[in-house]
């Protein structure tokens, strides 16, 4: 049987720095980080990164995506 790497899901608010964010990245199986600005579903507005290999094929926007045609 083959072994698969683990699922993994780290996530960090936006004040690390670009660099912080490339050796997390590189430590997490180079995976780039998605930013979300959670003002849209927390408390607190505040912009944060995350790194994940979860599956991210019936995933659906929260509100429809902006296009430079609005």
Not at 14 to 27: G, P
Request: a positive charge.
């Amino acid at each position: 049987m083959e072994a698969r790497r683990p699922c993994i899901f780290y996530g960090n608010v936006l004040d690390a720095s670009h660099e912080t964010w490339k050796r997390i990245s590189q430590f997490l199986y180079a995976i780039a980080p998605e930013y979300v600005n959670t003002q849209f579903f927390l408390a607190l507005s505040r912009k944060e990164g995350y790194i994940h290999n979860l599956p991210k094929d019936y995933r659906s926007n929260l509100f429809p995506a902006v296009t430079g045609d609005n």
